[in-house]
Each structure stands twice: as structure tokens, then as C-alpha cells.
């Protein structure tokens, strides 16, 4: 992109580049359909050369009411990307859960205690994960199942929950589109911290690793942190690959206050340039 920088969108579309790198991608949680940018904010992400976006799909916005099904902003997300030279990242709702599956506002460790497992049935988590592939095959190629368990509410205090969802999911993904790639649902400590990294051992323990192809985890921190943590998640899930699908760092200098002896970056933009290459 050759315009210069500005608090706004204006300016021409940028033409998607021929050549991607594929082992980039941009996260856009909060780039909606919905917003009059859209349109224009993706053609910039197209324009980056980079290979891939990666966005949540809310359950309780593709399915609001019981087999009442409304896939118009998915579809616009999915085909706008596509159309831009970006492949998906679809991440099944973070909450693997729905509101009319049981009242609102209930989380499931409430639940648990009583033993009443889980807030949507196996029967319900399996009918939206079909409904979402079989629409989406031949478009998406990669699904994230959740995001972040060990700091969602649902899922925190039980990893062995979040093991059998994948093992509900994962077949379930592959009978539709055996060509499908799976991912774990990025731990939010990476995998390399005391907790994460107890975690992860939980949901080997509990079977997880014959239910999902990548390893996939978060990461904040310098890069000799980011290389030990990688090593770590490496040595507990062998040969599989590993993805980090959230990694950054603030470009606006009111939001950089960071110990300098973890993050020794200038403030803005350089600063998140030179993390970026770290």
C-alpha cells in the first residue's frame, strides 16, 4: 500500500497482491460485515501479501433461535476474504455454546458442579459444527475449535470437558470434509507458562492430541520468551505443527506501557515494526 498512513480508510482500493505468504495472517475479531469499512479494510488486508485472516463465528448469531439458521454475515466474511486472495481461519464460537441451549447467563461451571453435562448437548454442539462445514466446505479448509479454553469461563477449571468436545467435533468435521484441517482452540498462555503448560498436559492426558492436526497458542511477550515457549509446546506435542494465531504489539504509544526489559521497543509505529520482525 502506497497511500500515507491516515485515521481513516479513504484512499483506492488496493489491487490483492499475485504472491501470498502464507505463513503470515491478521486476526480481525472486531472487523464486522456490519461495519460501512468493510469492504475497503479487507482489500487492505488482501494487499499485504499476507495468506490469511482468521475470524470468530458466533454461534448465537448463525443459529438465534433453535434450527432457525442466518448465515448472511459469515457468508459476506468468507467471500469477501476469498475474493481478496485470503484464506479463512474460522474459528467455531469461542464459548462453544448457544443461548437457547439453556438460561441465560448459566456458564457451565455452574452447571457442573450439579453435574449436568454440558450447557448444550452433544447433540446440539454437533449439529451447528455440521451445519457450519457443510456450508463452508470447498471455501474453508482450516477450523479453530474455540478459543483460549484455558481462560474461558467455560472451560478453564476443566480441560478434560474441552478434550471431549474436540473428540465430539473433530470426527464430526472430517466426516463432512475429510480434507478439513483442525486446530486447537489457541491457549491463551501459550502452552509455555506453569498453568498453560498444565493445561496442555490435562488435555494430553485426557486424549487431546489424536483430535486436532496443529498445535495452536498465543503469545505476548519478547522474542526470547516466544522462542522458549515454542519449545516447550513443541516438546509436548511432538510432530505436529504448531501455529501461533494471536502474537503483537500495540502501535499507539498510549497503549505501549510495557516493562521495557520484557518489550525494549521504541514507542509507536517503529516499535511495533521492530516487534513484528523480532
Not at 454442539?125 to 477450523?143: A, P, Q, S
Amino acid at each position: 500500500v502506497t497511500e500515507q498512513p491516515s485515521t481513516t480508510l479513504a484512499g483506492p482500493i488496493p489491487t490483492p497482491v499475485a504472491k501470498k505468504a502464507d505463513q503470515y495472517g491478521v486476526i480481525t475479531s472486531i472487523l464486522l460485515p456490519e461495519e460501512p469499512f468493510f469492504e475497503e479494510a479487507m482489500s487492505y488486508a488482501g494487499a499485504l501479501g499476507i495468506g490469511w485472516i482468521r475470524f470468530d463465528n458466533q454461534w448465537s448469531d448463525t443459529e438465534p433461535k433453535d434450527n432457525q439458521w442466518d448465515f448472511s454475515s459469515t457468508d459476506k466474511y468468507v467471500n469477501t476474504a476469498l475474493a481478496n486472495g485470503l484464506k479463512v481461519l474460522l474459528v467455531s464460537d469461542p464459548d462453544l455454546d448457544s443461548s437457547f441451549c439453556s438460561a441465560a447467563g448459566k456458564r457451565i461451571k455452574d452447571v457442573l458442579r450439579a453435574r449436568i453435562l454440558p450447557r448444550c448437548t452433544d447433540e446440539q454442539l454437533k449439529d451447528y459444527i455440521t451445519h457450519i462445514v457443510t456450508r463452508y466446505k470447498g471455501k474453508v479448509t482450516h477450523y479453530e475449535i474455540g478459543n483460549e479454553p484455558d481462560l474461558r469461563k467455560t472451560w478453564t477449571d476443566y480441560p478434560e470437558e474441552y478434550a471431549r468436545v474436540l473428540a465430539l467435533a473433530y470426527p464430526t468435521i472430517k466426516s463432512i470434509d475429510p480434507n478439513a484441517v483442525v486446530l486447537i482452540g489457541g491457549l491463551a498462555s501459550g502452552g509455555g507458562q506453569d498453568s498453560a503448560s498444565g493445561y496442555l498436559q490435562k488435555l494430553i492426558a485426557a486424549g487431546a492430541l489424536n483430535n486436532f492436526d496443529i498445535m495452536n497458542y498465543h503469545t505476548y511477550s519478547n522474542k526470547e520468551n516466544i522462542t522458549a515457549t515454542f519449545n516447550q509446546v513443541k516438546s509436548l506435542v511432538g510432530d505436529k505443527p504448531i501455529w501461533i494465531t494471536e502474537v503483537g504489539l500495540p502501535s499507539d504509544p498510549s497503549n505501549q506501557q510495557f516493562n521495557r526489559s520484557t518489550y525494549p521497543y521504541p514507542a509507536g509505529e517503529d516499535g511495533q515494526s521492530a516487534y513484528l520482525k523480532d
